[in-house]
């Protein structure tokens, strides 16, 4: 598998596309106004404790009080089985050192943990921890186990917590102890801050996008990261020569004269990744609609009509769905609560099979994933870790003529309302006549269709109504003027 990172950055924002064999699977995008605080370490204020919800907010100087569950307490974290209270833990006007685990999405604010962890290019360390742990995705036992006793050996008596990466296993020695080093001095950087800023300070604060993507993007598989900025190419090899070196020959500038997004197509992806509909190969298709508390797929066999059997032609478009709906996940950065509703299937050997291709597809994903079986109704639960706002929720507002319903009112409803209005206004304050300024469609609607109705009222307030089109409206504005 050919595996390429490209890089586009402008002084407003970064992007990276992550490409396979020449098909976009992820997307990253960080603006300069907008950069995710994920991973920030700040000295925070309880401003509030709620006992009865076992959480507290906190004042991070942020525009919103971020917020701490007991669960993201690191007294909790350390005795799991004690029944410790929130209350017994933190008080108000406390000064706190917290990090950001979660960003502030729609109207939550950031979700904070008193746990600390600083990630590094192989090991991330959890200062007040003793223990050293291992990344979910190694999952052979005796590797495991090798990793664990190898950095164990390197640490000698530094009882301080780390959690071994997986681009640990290609490491030397060298290169771990460097790490470690590094690691050591951010927080030797950050608890000497925690003295002498004052609260609300910001003490730390992760990588820019481009630089995370070298320490936590590049793998084995990644040939080239592609970068079209000569200046930023030249930043993001000193930090690889420094703390990255196999990555180093990797890092290259591109210079041609096609934007780099457009050559390989990821703005066309990020156009088809916007869209409700996602098109299958074989004529099948996918909706997808997004709400602040989960997502929904449904999928549709549309004009594929297969070659054997009914049940054969679902099977075929609920297998190639599957891939899909994972490269859709990473390409949305889709998060939360996702309800995929697969064509019906009576063959549970079929429903078998399309569970355990879903199950692969997305073992690919770097973000957390987990996969419910089918429910008595034919769906599956996914949910996937969200840190981040959503492709949509960085690129698009709500809709002012709709305000975010994906649907606006048809002219004749509007028409039906405005003379609502009319008869309202009458009853009130008995005006010698009346104007009706509105859209086109509208005054066209109250022209033909609705003239009848129109005419009615004309003849039962005794009163004339004049109409006007403004041309600014849209099809849901309409202002009744009284003369």
């Not at 907010?57 to 669960?71: V, W």
């Not at 991330?124 to 990793?147: A, C, K, M, Y």
């Not at 990255?244 to 210079?255: C, G, I, K, L, T």
């Not at 429910?375 to 599956?380: N, R």
Request: charged letters at 25%; one cysteine or more; proline letters at 3%.
């Amino acid at each position: 598998m050919k595996e390429q990172i490209l890089v586009n950055i402008t002084p407003q924002e970064t992007r990276v596309a992550t490409v396979e064999d020449g098909v976009v699977q992820d997307i990253h995008i960080e603006r300069a106004s907008q950069r995710g605080l994920v991973g920030n370490i700040y000295l925070g204020v309880v401003k509030r404790v709620l006992p009865g919800m076992q959480s507290a907010f906190i004042e991070i100087g942020l525009e919103r009080a971020a917020f701490l569950h007991i669960a993201d307490v690191i007294e909790q974290r350390q005795h799991p089985n004690d029944e410790l209270r929130i209350e017994r833990l933190v008080h108000e006007g406390q000064p706190i050192l917290v990090q950001v685990i979660k960003d502030p999405i729609g109207t939550k604010g950031a979700r904070l943990s008193t746990q600390i962890s600083i990630a590094g290019r192989f090991l991330v360390f959890l200062p007040q921890e003793t223990h050293i742990g291992i990344s979910q995705r190694i999952e052979n036992n005796e590797e495991r186990d090798r990793l664990r006793s190898r950095l164990e050996s390197l640490l000698a008596q530094d009882h301080l917590g780390y959690i071994i990466r997986t681009s640990a296993d290609h490491a030397t020695d060298q290169e771990l102890l460097a790490d470690i080093d590094y690691l050591n001095l951010i927080w030797a950087d950050i608890r000497q801050k925690s003295q002498t800023l004052p609260p609300k300070s910001l003490l730390f604060q992760d990588l820019s996008l481009q630089l995370r993507t070298l320490r936590d993007m590049v793998n084995t598989e990644t040939q080239e990261v592609l970068v079209d900025s000569r200046e930023n190419v030249a930043k993001m090899r000193d930090f690889a020569q420094s703390f990255v070196a196999d990555v180093f020959p990797r890092v290259q500038h591109y210079s041609g004269e096609r934007p780099l997004f457009e050559l390989y197509g990821v703005e066309a992806e990020i156009e088809r990744a916007l869209a409700r509909r996602v098109n299958l190969k074989f004529g099948g298709y996918l909706i997808i609609d997004q709400t602040e508390a989960m997502a929904t797929i449904d999928v549709n066999t549309g004009g594929f009509v297969g070659h054997r059997s009914f049940d054969d032609t679902i099977f075929k478009t609920n297998l190639e769905a599957t891939h899909v709906i994972a490269r859709q996940l990473r390409l949305r950065n889709l998060g939360g609560i996702i309800i995929v509703d697969f064509i019906d299937m009576d063959n549970e050997a079929h429903k078998h099979a399309v569970l355990e291709e879903l199950q692969k597809a997305l073992s690919r994903d770097r973000t957390k994933v987990t996969v419910s079986n089918f429910t008595s109704l034919g769906l599956v639960e996914i949910t996937r870790k969200r840190t981040r706002e959503s492709l949509a929720h960085v690129l698009c507002e709500p809709c002012p003529t709709c305000q975010g319903r994906g649907q606006i009112r048809t002219a004749e409803t509007v028409c039906h309302e405005i003379l609502r209005e009319i008869l309202r206004e009458e009853r009130q304050f008995k005006a010698r006549e009346y104007r009706i300024l509105a859209s086109q469609n509208v005054i066209d609607m109250f022209l033909d269709e609705e003239s009848a109705s129109l005419a009615q009222l004309v003849d039962f307030i005794g009163k004339p109504i004049y109409l006007q089109v403004e041309t600014a409206y849209t099809q849901e504005q309409f202002d009744v003027v009284l003369m």
